[in-house]
């Protein structure tokens, strides 16, 4: 029986969708914040999004086997600099601003949300959720679980952890400092440090094969179980990868062969 996965949440999508992620992004830089319902606010890193990859982020970059999904890919530098050393890497991202400067970067980027039928479902090599993307859709177990069913079996997940002892579950909105009060929707976020992270790994069967820091942020490599897929899955993840594809502009679907194919 396939799995059903909750709906992608059109308050999340639509608040990075929104102006103040879409002004920074073209700005190239901040002010962005994550501002919690209790006024918590959370700064956001746009500067190093819109760089090119550092040593930090090359640093999982070079773990990365097959074909790579980076999901929330931002502005793009990771799938850009994955492209640039010939690896086939496609970056996913709610934000149409985002995929805009990910494909201006020379990376092949989709608008869409990771609880969406995504392209070759089940064969890709290497997920990547960094930049605290662990945190979307506000649960990591939920997250945890979806990735499993769109790497291959072994397939690795690459994640970058909150650099504290953490695990919380929040509600937020985006904030540049230039909205009024309440008008942008809140959305489910989390975070969570290295020891909370691996306690959630674990409870959904994923297998920790790295842990390291570089430049004060923590990253995990977690493998995903070798288990049996029954008929009915196998069919569904060809089917959904199929109508997909078609779906694909031509220069992403020529340009994006996945493992076994």
């Given amino acids: 029986m396939s799995t059903v996965l909750p709906p992608a949440g059109p308050g999340a999508a639509a608040s990075w969708a929104a102006d103040p992620y879409g002004r920074a992004l073209s700005r190239g830089r901040g002010p962005l914040f994550l501002r919690g319902m209790d006024g918590w606010l959370l700064p956001l890193d746009v500067e190093r999004w819109c760089a090119d990859a550092d040593a930090a982020d090359l640093s999982a970059l070079r773990r990365c086997e097959g ?65 605290g993307n662990i945190g979307i859709g506000g649960d990591p ?89 029954t008929t009915s899955q196998d069919a569904d993840t060809a089917n959904s990868a199929a109508v997909m594809s078609s779906q694909l502009p031509r220069n992403l679907s020529g340009d994006i062969p996945l493992a076994g194919s």
């Fill in 67 to 131: 074909p790579v999904i980076d999901i929330g890919c931002g502005p793009g530098r990771l799938v850009a600099a994955l492209a640039a050393r010939g690896h086939r890497a496609l970056g996913i991202d709610v934000s149409e601003a985002a995929v805009g400067r990910t494909r201006r970067t020379g990376g092949a980027a989709l608008r869409r949300s990771v609880f969406e039928p995504l392209p070759g479902e089940g064969r890709w090599g290497t997920a990547l959720l960094v930049d």
């Fill in 141 to 229: 177990r939920v997250l945890l679980r979806r990735i499993a069913t769109v790497l291959a079996p072994g397939g690795l997940l690459i994640t970058e952890a909150a650099p504290h002892d953490v695990d919380e579950r929040v509600r937020v909105r985006l904030d540049d400092g230039r909205e009024q009060a309440g008008t942008a929707p809140h959305f489910p976020w989390a975070r969570v440090g290295v020891s909370a992270l691996l306690l959630h790994a674990r409870s959904q069967s994923w297998k920790p094969v790295g842990q390291w820091e570089a430049d004060g942020r923590p990253f995990l490599a977690l493998r995903r179980a070798r288990t049996v897929r």
